[in-house]
């Protein structure tokens, strides 16, 4: 039973560049959530979505970025003309629908992908 | 805003006692509660939670305990191990955001051997 799936695990950026994260969700799981570490921090919230569904983008920066999670396919993280303070942890989580039991109260994480911004 | 805080950065034990992680938070609408364990470049892992109709919920060797009316938690592991050294973080769901997790800034704990 895979995990949660994230890729690159570490993407290198020149100031100006595109980034894309993907992620996998758990087998079963119809919700996925990004958050953000920068060094020395907590995780902070960006995004929640459903198959094809922004449901909260309250954390998300109103430019440069965006998100999304397809019928079929990972969910994508995408940020446009990055710079340097975009250097940071990504992660995604995800969970189960609601109705499949106590499990769709928490949410499972994946491994991370570590941008760099040169 | 912090609305979930972890005041102490840093936590030193000796194996095969207690520690005792705390956590408290500002928002009243917050109904579940959750302590992730995370390594070096790893993402979080799932320990425990509670709902905020509890007060206690346990599972093992850890113990989540809730005071809804000090908006405080905290999570005991007994006996701590050294492979339990780790940076803590607790995480709070609710509010206005029903999927968001707000979480606080993590407490590293060390087991000594």
């Known amino acids: 039973n895979a995990g949660v799936m994230q890729n690159p695990r570490h993407l290198v950026r020149r100031r100006g560049q595109e980034a894309r994260l993907r992620c996998s969700p758990m087998?079963?799981?119809?919700?996925v959530y990004w958050y953000r570490q920068l060094p020395e921090e907590g995780l902070k919230f960006m995004v929640y979505?459903?198959?094809?569904?922004?449901?909260?983008e309250s954390g998300m920066p109103k430019e440069r970025f965006s998100a999304e999670f397809p019928k079929e396919g990972p969910s994508i993280l995408r940020i446009q003309q990055v710079v340097r303070g975009d250097s940071a942890a990504y992660f995604c989580?995800?969970?189960?629908?609601?109705?499949?039991?106590?499990?769709?109260?928490?949410?499972?994480f994946g491994p991370g992908t570590r941008l760099t911004v040169l | 805003d912090q609305q979930v805080k972890q005041n102490s950065p840093s936590l030193s034990v000796q194996e095969g006692r207690i520690s005792i992680l705390n956590c408290d938070y500002t928002?009243?609408?917050?109904?579940?509660f959750l302590w992730y364990k995370k390594y070096p470049a790893e993402g979080p892992t799932f320990l425990i939670s509670?709902?905020?109709?509890?007060d206690k919920n346990e599972d093992g060797r850890f113990t989540v305990f809730l005071n809804k009316s000090a908006k405080h938690l905290s999570l005991h592991i007994v006996p701590s191990q050294p492979g339990d050294s780790a940076v803590y973080f607790c995480a709070a769901r609710g509010g206005t955001s029903y999927g968001k997790l707000t979480f606080g800034q993590g407490t590293i704990l060390t087991v000594h051997p």
């Open positions: 979505l459903q198959k094809e569904n922004i449901i909260d």
């Open positions: 989580a995800s969970s189960a629908p609601r109705g499949t039991g106590g499990s769709y109260n928490e949410q499972f």
């Open positions: 509670i709902s905020s109709i509890k």
């Open positions: 087998k079963g799981h119809s919700h």
């Open positions: 928002n009243s609408m917050f109904d579940y």
